[in-house]
């Protein structure tokens, strides 16, 4: 039977691109998928463009350090609740909801548990947000990308949860990537080496300036293309930094953002990045070796414990942030850029952990929550 699912995910690609994920799953699958967010985010514009129903919700969440925002946000749930009930009267309500953390998910969650309706939540990070810990008491199956998450969950779940590890779901436009095109589409030659280099406008400026300052070092492999995505707020000051002559700048392709980045990944021999949630699971998904630079001010340290995850598998290197200005962090980008042999032990170590089918996992569960 054909399943009606309505997801909620906002504010950030990293809880966007896994719904969306999904979604392309359970459509194959003969599902009807609807999505709740919130009309001034990044939602509103990826979800229409992937050709999904998208229903506005007004919600805000509070900030800890100013408690009387809280009601404000009580205030607009409730109204957000409202708009919702009204909207499954006229539609019908839908069979499971799923929620991909971020407070956009509440209203949602919340009005399904209230009427029967099966609950899935899906977390990201190895350490859990506000908002899925605070609907996890009434979800009947929390999914987790990492295990690492699986204690972080355990005061908050109800005695009839079931937990289980699916895996950070990624998009197909990403695992289907060519490395052909990706290689023509940032110009680099099929037979060289490509060294990508990404971090994202948030805190990136730290390993974009010690990339930058490896750039004599790199361009002496005469074989090695890089290209670096420096975010738009650094791009500038990097490329201020970097200086490329007219010949550098045939080798090393600096630019503020990727678009596609399911074919940049796939072009590439090796990746220095950040450890953020969607960043690890695009990485792990195409079988990229990397090497990992956990942005430092991340609430609970979470990406470190992120990149553990493919680190302790033989998938991935780390470098603590604070390291990366020094000798022991060039070298090892040089070596992992040398050694071929050791990048294809970690491209046999990431494919075995399965993260191309978490979509799937996550369909499954899904599923599995309607049938309980």
């Known amino acids: 039977m054909a399943l009606k699912v309505a997801i909620a995910a906002g504010g950030t690609a990293g809880h966007i691109n896994p719904a969306l994920a999904l979604a392309e799953e359970l459509k194959d699958r003969g599902d009807e998928v609807s999505f709740f967010g919130q009309p001034n985010r990044l939602e509103a514009t990826l979800v229409p463009q992937a050709g999904f129903p998208f229903f506005e919700t ?122 052909e095109k990706g290689r023509d589409d940032f ?92 960043s690890i699971a695009e990485i792990a998904a195409l079988c990229v070796p990397s090497i990992l630079v956990p942005y430092p001010k991340a609430t609970a340290d979470h990406q470190t414990i992120n990149a553990r995850y493919l680190v302790d598998h033989g998938a991935a290197k780390l470098t603590p942030d604070s390291e990366i200005d020094g000798e022991g962090f060039k070298q090892e980008v040089l070596h992992l850029i040398d050694h071929q042999e050791e990048r294809e032990k970690m491209r046999k170590a990431a494919h075995g952990l399965g993260q191309a089918h978490a979509a799937c996992a996550l369909a499954d569960a899904v599923e599995m929550a309607q049938s309980s």
Not at 199 to 212: C, F, P, Q, T
Not at 247 to 268: C, F, N, T, V
Request: neutral net charge; contains cysteine; charged residues 20%.
């Open 58 to 179: 007004h919600i805000t969440g509070f900030d800890r350090a100013r408690p009387w925002t809280l009601v404000f946000a009580l205030v607009r749930m409730e109204h957000a609740e409202k708009q919702i009930a009204e909207y499954f009267e006229k539609v019908g309500k839908p069979n499971v909801a799923v929620g991909f953390g971020a407070y956009v998910e509440m209203p949602l969650l919340r009005w399904c548990h209230a009427n029967n309706v099966p609950v899935v939540i899906h977390e990201q990070n190895s350490v859990p947000g506000l908002a899925n810990k605070s609907c996890a008491h009434f979800a009947a199956i929390v999914c987790l990308s990492l295990p690492a998450a699986k204690d972080a969950f355990r005061k908050d779940i109800g005695p009839e949860t079931t937990v289980m590890v699916t895996g950070n779901p990624v998009r197909r436009s990403v695992i289907n990537a060519s490395r």
């Open 187 to 278: 110009q680099v030659p099929q037979d060289a080496e490509m060294l990508l280099v990404f971090g994202g406008s948030l805190g990136a400026r730290h390993l974009n300036s010690a990339v930058a300052n490896m750039k004599d070092e790199l361009l002496s492999r005469k074989n090695l293309y890089v290209i670096h995505s420096t975010g738009r707020q650094d791009f500038d000051a990097v490329k201020e930094h970097l200086n490329l002559t007219a010949q550098e700048q045939k080798r090393y392709h600096i630019m503020p953002y990727i678009d596609s980045m399911g074919e940049a990944l796939a072009a590439a021999d090796a990746v220095i990045s950040r450890a953020g949630a969607s």
